[in-house]
C-alpha cells in the first residue's frame, strides 16, 4: 500500500522528491500518513477533495484483498 500511494503522490505533485508516506500497522488497520510539500498539498487534495477521495478509494479497494482497513491521511 505505501508503495501505492508513493507511485500516486508522486505523479501529482511538482516536487516529487519531498513525498514520504509514513506506514503505522496496528494489526488488522493500517494508517498511511501522506507528506507531501505544502506547495503540493492542493494538488494532492483537488478541488472539493476529490484527487484525495480518489487515492483513498484506490487503496480502499487494493487493501480488501490484503484483509485489512487501510486509512490514508494527509498532512
Known amino acids: ?14 516536487h516529487p522528491d519531498e513525498v ?3 506506514e503505522k500497522d496496528e494489526g488488522r488497520h493500517v494508517t498511511l ?7 503540493d498539498m492542493g494538488k494532492v487534495i483537488g478541488k472539493q477533495g476529490r484527487i484525495a477521495k480518489a487515492i483513498r478509494s484506490v487503496v ?5 484483498r490484503e484483509n485489512k482497513r487501510v486509512d490514508v491521511e494527509i498532512m
Open 1 to 14: 500500500m505505501k508503495e501505492l500511494i508513493e507511485i500516486i503522490a508522486k505523479a501529482l505533485v511538482d
Open 33 to 39: 500518513e501522506l507528506h507531501v510539500a505544502a506547495s
Open 20 to 22: 514520504v508516506v509514513i
Open 60 to 64: 480502499k479497494a487494493a487493501s480488501t
